[in-house]
């Protein structure tokens, strides 16, 4: 089936400790997204990538960084500058009409 | 000004009842698309129905349907015979411009949150 894969589903961060979170797709969608969801809250865009080796800011990239070296693959680091990082992260890919395809998200908390 | 509007805070649905979601957006781009999707408690975003601008006829899914007035720029969710599954947090989107477009956005709204009730 094809579909978004997102690892781990539960991840905690010390203090001053960069982390990864997976984003994998087998849909062989070009463009994919990470967003951020607070309790309560909409999703708020934080990098999207359009192609290979490409990618841009959302709308709240900072204290975050991508990389998109593979098309299948799109992780995002929460780094230690990022203040505020507990959150639901969801990541997600699109073709063509811009319908997003979601993965199962990361909670993400501090310890 | 925000660009998608939910402000609905709770709703609650007697089961078996139909309820409507409420939805308005701000665009002024004639060509946009407008989603809702489903987010259980679990956390996954199911997509649950699409209307374009300039499409003629309202969407329809199974039990779902939207209400789109152009006009007012309103793009309500519409859920029929409702079921205990369908509690959950309900996100309206748009994405402004063409189809296509590789660097399409997405805006989200707030959401409402829908209880049905036995």
């Known amino acids: 089936d094809g579909g978004i894969t997102q690892s781990p589903k539960y991840l905690f961060r010390k203090e001053g400790q960069n982390v990864t979170l997976s984003c994998e797709q087998n849909?062989?969608?070009?463009?994919m997204y990470w967003y951020r969801q607070d309790p309560g809250q909409g999703l708020r865009l934080i990098y999207y990538s359009q192609i290979v080796n490409d990618f841009q800011k959302g709308d709240i990239a900072e204290g975050y960084s991508v990389s998109r070296e593979k098309k299948e693959s799109f992780p995002l680091t929460v780094t230690s500058a990022q203040k505020n990082p507990t959150a639901f992260y969801l990541c997600a890919s699109s073709g063509t009409g811009g319908r997003r395809h979601f993965g199962d998200g990361t909670r993400l908390s501090i310890l | 000004a925000q660009k998608i509007t939910q402000t609905q805070p709770g709703m609650f649905v007697q089961e078996k009842e139909a309820v409507t979601l409420d939805c308005t957006y701000d665009t002024s781009d004639p060509s946009y698309g407008l989603f809702w999707y489903k987010q259980p408690s679990s956390g996954e975003m199911i997509f649950l129905i699409y209307?374009?601008?300039?499409?003629?006829q309202n969407a329809t899914e199974g039990r779902y349907s939207l209400n789109f007035q152009k006009a007012r720029k309103s793009a309500n969710l519409v859920i029929s015979a409702s079921q205990l599954g369908d509690s959950a947090m309900y996100f309206c989107?748009?994405?402004?411009?063409?189809?296509?477009?590789?660097?399409?956005?997405?805006?989200f709204g707030k959401g409402i949150t829908l209880s049905v009730r036995p």
């Open positions: 849909l062989n969608h070009d463009a």
């Open positions: 209307q374009g601008s300039y499409d003629q």
């Open positions: 989107a748009m994405r402004e411009g063409r189809s296509g477009r590789a660097n399409s956005k997405l805006t």
